[in-house]
């Protein structure tokens, strides 16, 4: 704000004399270097004197709106009020752009911006301020025309070239962001720091890759040679560019090179591996067995090649894989495992392994020959355990579970076990009491301490899953929930509101599943920062991968399962109304919620209310709308979203809508054969054919009925 | 070895035959009471005790034990324990309140190696002068192992275990000092 100068010719009463002016200039710079409270008083000072002064009422809500507890309708009324009083004055439009800006309202921020600069066309701080505002919103046209205002008012500035050249790229315009990065090549010459210059580089070579020039890309990566530091980079790229080349040598011979910077990688062993056995010269047994010898500790390469064996290979690989987690005593063994689970053959050869294996030790005490200790017979056990529990076998697994605990009872790890048997059995209550048994006897296990809450949750005892929670928050209990949500600790919110939900409180329950779409908000306004920071650091590729992250956060399993659940919600208020949803409103926890507010002193009690959502009772269907879209966006080919829309869209009385997810969901994979769809078509169809449409859209839907029920298998 | 006497860091400071390791069973490592095992602790007592603590024994077991009691993992797991307190009303005697292992781990050594641990401690201790414990008199296992560590008979106490059918008991002891 400090290149901002007080308005030309400003309007009668809005002149300053020099003092007061000098007094108004330290405001300024008392507000930016952050002495909030200093630049209050001396506001005030020059508003005793001018009390029509627009620039200063607007700097004085500026400044109120920084401070803790401000009040924002107050500092709103200010910067107005100052505004009316100088419609020409930069400041005040820039003071207003700031103040929209502080309060995330980024539309209306862009105006003021635009105003400001109506008035003064080459201020740089307000044009600098605009492009993050555009970056933010994606207004990517408008973003290049500042950026590249920015650059010709500051061509010393190295921040203006690359953002220039960034804005360009954002565009799709290839060709000009390159001509922009070798015209700044040219005149400020390459970074001074190694690591920047190679990051400099590695920009240009990804906006040629990204423009689909695959040759002088690698030809790019050739003459840089190693002041390319990001080697795995530099591999994947070049392997990406030689497939698409289809030079298939050299593209192996890339990854070749990355699973020697990082055999452990699955990302660079799975692609080795289908390029080595590509034209069948090769099976993957063969090289996987290579790779094995060259890598014989990567467990990552010896997970792959028994995943990948079958037969008497498979056998003999897994007893390899089985003897090592048995001897060793890693508890997870069953995980490690579970990709054999979708094979019966498999399942059978893990079984007998095991089994052969605790005849021996029972009849020898050695395990492959070798010696076994006290501890084997209970590792075997519990291998066969979670074996049963992977397979289906409940039982089974939960009597090996008590062998296990007869025989050594101070193991935690085997009651983590049991708890997960029972509660695939849907012994909830019992699983919990497991878990909490696990915990106590480690309590420093975080871990624990978050298995116990959530199956605490599933049987609906939220006092007990707080407190257990709240261990590892160490702050009072009052404020563990306020605390979770700040952790933005995303299962416990959705596991508290399913557990509402199952009580019968739809109102609670939303609630806690729009605090998971406010989560999501912030996270993807949490990017703002970023726009500052990269201009500083010039990180640029890191920064790419950011926003790009931030444009499908929303993709993210949390949000998806909290969207179908808030539709859900939403449709039960459709239904129900009102009254009945405010009637079943679970006694238990709104008096729990009561008591708790009664403890809470006021800043605890504002800090919980930071979190709460609102429920929009006037028109469900429309609140719920843009989240089923977004599932179907994000979710489409999972069976469950097409059969919520089909829901939703009759619900709604968009039958047509309705159809085309009936239409969409048929196209999944072994959809033909589920019982619920061809349910909801039938019904679909019954309740359209007989209701009261437009002729055109009846007309469509009893022509589509007939092949869409045709398509059933079942 | 004159001037490990001295010093009241002897190997064998009962001429008992231990040798450097006190005897460590293979896979076994000994380690000091930890305040989070506590639990584990009350668990190993139920599975191989026939008489119940109550629960403040256990809540104050971590402050007065933890200097003078020692822990046995084999492999990791917590297998055996040697619960231990000082008892400044008894001329400064170690007490020694339970020993015990889980049964799929005895007859490796572990109990020796516990206790010789807790001697051991007990005696680098000047201020010790005893160590003692209580043993049912019909726990002939129990008396022979004691005896072979050093202990004697002192007493004989009538009705000790008030909640066990043979509730007679023995107060064993061991000078600290030679």
Request: one cysteine or more.
């Amino acid at each position: 704000m400090s290149s901002s100068t007080p308005s030309k010719n400003p309007p009668p009463g809005q002149q300053l004399n020099r003092q007061d002016d000098n007094v108004f200039k330290l405001v300024m710079k008392l507000y930016e270097t952050k002495q909030y409270k200093k630049a209050l008083k001396n506001v005030e000072t020059v508003l005793k004197s001018n009390p029509q002064h627009g620039e200063s009422l607007a700097m004085k809500g500026l400044i109120l709106s920084s401070l803790p507890n401000s009040k924002k309708e107050e500092a709103y009324d200010l910067v107005k009020t100052g505004l009316m009083k100088n419609m020409k004055s930069l400041i005040c439009w820039h003071v207003y752009g700031l103040l929209y800006r502080s309060d995330n309202n980024y539309m209306e921020a862009i105006k003021c911006y635009k105003q400001a600069l109506k008035i003064e066309d080459n201020n740089l701080s307000i044009l600098r301020d605009l492009s993050m505002l555009q970056v933010h919103m994606r207004d990517l046209q408008s973003l290049t025309d500042t950026r590249q205002k920015l650059l010709e008012l500051k061509p010393s500035s190295k921040a203006n070239w690359l953002g220039f050249a960034f804005a360009h790229h954002l565009q799709g315009n290839h060709e000009c962001a390159l001509a922009i990065l070798d015209s700044y090549e040219g005149t400020m010459g390459l970074p001074e720091t190694a690591y920047d210059a190679s990051e400099f580089l590695l920009y240009r070579c990804l906006i040629k890759f990204e423009s689909g020039a695959w040759q002088e890309t690698l030809d790019l990566f050739a003459k840089y040679g190693n002041k390319l530091v990001d080697k795995e980079y530099v591999y994947c790229t070049s392997a990406e560019c030689h497939e698409k080349l289809d030079q298939w040598d050299k593209a192996l011979q890339c990854y070749k090179e990355l699973v020697e910077i990082n055999p452990e990688n699955k990302e660079f062993i799975e692609p080795y591996v289908e390029t080595a056995t590509r034209d069948g010269k090769k099976t993957p047994s063969e090289v996987f067995t290579e790779l094995a010898n060259t890598y014989p500790k990567s467990k990552t390469v010896q997970k792959l090649q028994t995943d990948a064996a079958s037969g008497e290979e498979f056998v003999k690989l897994a007893t390899k894989m089985v003897k090592h987690y048995i001897i060793k005593g890693i508890p997870s063994l069953e995980n490690a495992l579970k990709s054999f689970y979708t094979f019966p053959d498999k399942v059978k050869v893990i079984e007998e392994i095991l089994t052969k294996m605790e005849k021996e030790v029972t009849a020898s005490e050695t395990i492959e020959g070798e010696p076994a200790t006290k501890v084997t017979i209970f590792n075997i056990w519990m291998g066969l355990s979670g074996h049963y529990m992977r397979a289906g076998d409940q039982a089974k697994a939960l009597e090996h579970c008590e062998k296990c605990i007869k025989h050594t009872p101070t193991a935690d790890s085997i009651f983590t076990l049991k708890a997960r048997i029972l509660k695939r059995m849907g012994k909830l209550q019992e699983a919990a009491d497991s878990m909490e048994e696990a915990r106590k006897m480690d309590p420093a296990d975080r871990f624990y301490n978050s298995k116990t809450a959530m199956y605490l949750l599933r049987v609906d005892n939220w006092k007990e899953a707080e407190e257990t929670f709240n261990i590892f928050t160490y702050k009072p209990i009052q404020d563990t929930w306020p605390t979770i949500c700040e952790m933005q600790c995303m299962w416990y919110i959705t596991e508290l509101g399913d557990s509402l939900y199952r009580l019968g409180d739809v109102e609670a329950a939303l609630k806690k599943y729009l605090i998971i779409e406010k989560t999501f908000k912030d996270i993807v306004e949490d990017q703002f920062d970023f726009h500052h920071y990269v201009t500083k650091k010039q990180n640029i590729r890191a920064y790419l991968d950011l926003l790009r992250f931030m444009d499908t956060a929303r993709n993210h399993k949390y949000f998806c399962r909290a969207a179908a659940k808030i539709v859900r919600c939403y449709l039960d208020i459709h239904s129900q109304g009102e009254e009945k949803i405010k009637e079943r409103i679970n006694q238990k926890f709104a008096d729990k919620e009561a008591a708790h507010s009664k403890l809470l002193s006021k800043e605890q009690r504002e800090k919980q209310s930071e979190f709460d959502t609102t429920v929009d009772y006037k028109t469900p269907l429309e609140s719920a709308q843009p989240f089923l879209e977004e599932l179907l966006k994000y979710r489409g080919t999972v069976l469950a979203s097409q059969l919520l829309a089909i829901e939703f869209y009759s619900t709604l009385g968009s039958p047509l809508r309705a159809l085309r997810a009936i239409k969409q969901a048929l196209t999944l994979p072994g959809a033909d054969e589920s019982v619920e769809l061809k349910s909801k078509a039938e019904e679909f169809f019954k309740n359209e054919t007989s209701a009261e449409l437009e002729v055109a859209i009846k007309e469509i839907i009893i022509e589509q009925k007939a092949e869409v029920m045709k398509a059933f298998k079942c | 070895m004159a001037e490990d006497a001295a010093k009241g860091t002897h190997v064998d400071p009962f001429n008992l035959g231990w040798t450097e390791d006190l005897g460590r069973p293979e896979h076994v490592k000994a380690t000091k009471m930890d305040a989070q095992r506590i639990e584990m602790i009350r668990i190993l007592h139920k599975a191989t005790f026939p008489v119940r603590y109550q629960d403040k024994f256990y809540d104050g077991l971590y402050r007065q034990a933890d200097r003078w009691s020692f822990l046995a993992e084999y492999q990791g797991m917590l297998v055996g324990a040697v619960c231990c307190r000082l008892e400044a009303q008894n001329d400064n005697r170690v007490y020694i309140m339970t020993l015990g292992v889980l049964e799929p781990y005895r007859r490796i050594g572990i109990a020796k190696f516990l206790l010789r641990k807790a001697m051991k401690n007990a005696c680098e201790t000047p201020e010790v002068k005893s160590m003692a414990l209580h043993v049912q008199t019909t726990n002939q296992l129990a008396l022979e192992f004691y005896k072979q560590m050093g202990f004697v008979v002192h007493s004989t106490i009538e009705n000790y275990y008030s909640t066990l059918k043979d509730n007679k008991a023995y107060l064993l002891v061991k000078d600290m000092k030679p």
